[in-house]
């Protein structure tokens, strides 16, 4: 199954949602979105925007290099864990769903976590949401922060903050923000309403979108407004515009990445080790798939034996 195995590559804000057509599994991150199919072209259209084409063993080394946290800026974050799980769980519910691409995931996902386990213990950075605590809850001693958005990444973030700070949560998806704040004890902040967080001195912004949700106005009035103040965007794409700087208490996602991104020295050496076993277990899956695919095509139920474990 590998050898048919496709995986696209675009930039951020860039994905053509809308031109799908195929039994393809989406996974979207900060800094990219994949499109991982069994079919040689999913799209309804020739034209795509930019993007990298990987196939077939390349296309499932490169998956186990993100889930693991390889491709992020912040090296080894693990933030990817639950956007891997959260799109496998939207996609395993289509009615589009590909059986044979089901499993192929389902298995990736266990060679991630094994190699996480044996060569990536300890090299995990500071994730997005405690690099966020650290400048809101340690250095700014924010007693109240407004979480906007309502995501896997807005609710890291809550649980970073409310042993620490009250919080209050203003999001679009308004079932979701009432769970979040039955289970986390939040205040809720109407989206309808969300120009009056610019009384708020502490912000924490996940979300991501093409449109500037905080302009050059909101960010004079809040500065105006609060003395002491900091307003940290993890949304991309970036929905602020403010020539405020993280100097002037704006942070930015680059801001973000500039703290965690440096690896040196063993760490280095354990991300190569993990490198190499990605290698080793890419040629495994092959094989065993192909063995697999090889069995059913005969007939034969497949025997178990101790290589078949890992299928």
């Not at 704006?250 to 991300?271: P, S, T, W, Y």
Request: aromatic share 8%; proline share 2%; charged share 25%.
């Amino acid at each position: 199954m590998l050898n048919g195995l496709n995986l696209w590559n675009f930039s951020t804000g860039t994905h053509p949602d809308i031109e799908l057509n195929g039994k393809a599994f989406i996974l979207k991150t900060c800094q990219r979105s994949l499109v991982l199919s069994l079919s040689n072209f999913p799209f309804k259209y020739k034209d795509l925007p930019s993007h990298e084409l990987q196939t077939a063993d390349s296309a499932y080394i490169y998956l186990l290099e993100t889930i693991c946290g390889l491709k992020s800026k912040l090296i080894g974050e693990n933030e990817i864990v639950g956007q891997f799980k959260e799109a496998y769980k939207i996609y395993s519910q289509s009615d589009l769903k590909d059986t044979k691409l089901l499993l192929i995931l389902e298995k990736l996902f266990k060679d991630a976590k094994d190699i996480r386990t044996q060569y990536l213990i300890g090299i995990s950075q500071k994730t997005y949401a405690s690099l966020t605590r650290r400048h809101l809850i340690q250095k700014a001693k924010a007693e109240h922060v407004v979480v906007v958005g309502s995501g896997s990444l807005a609710e890291d973030l809550i649980n970073q903050f409310k042993k620490k700070a009250q919080v209050s949560i203003c999001a679009r998806n308004n079932s979701r923000t009432l769970e979040l704040a039955r289970l986390h004890n939040l205040a809720i902040i109407p989206w309808e309403e969300r120009h009056t967080i610019v009384n708020r001195p502490y912000i924490a912004n996940t979300v991501g979108t093409d449109n500037i949700l905080f302009d050059e106005n909101f960010f004079a009035e809040w500065k105006n407004n609060n003395s002491s103040r900091k307003f940290v965007d993890l949304g991309s794409p970036s929905v602020i515009s403010t020539i405020l700087s993280i100097n002037e208490g704006v942070v930015r996602l680059e801001d973000i990445f500039n703290e965690g991104a440096i690896v040196e020295g063993q760490k280095q050496q354990q991300i190569e080790l993990a490198r190499l076993a990605m290698l080793e277990v890419a040629q495994r899956r092959k094989s065993l798939f192909a063995e697999k695919l090889k069995k059913n095509a005969a007939g034969i139920a497949p025997q178990s034996t101790q290589n078949m474990r890992y299928i």
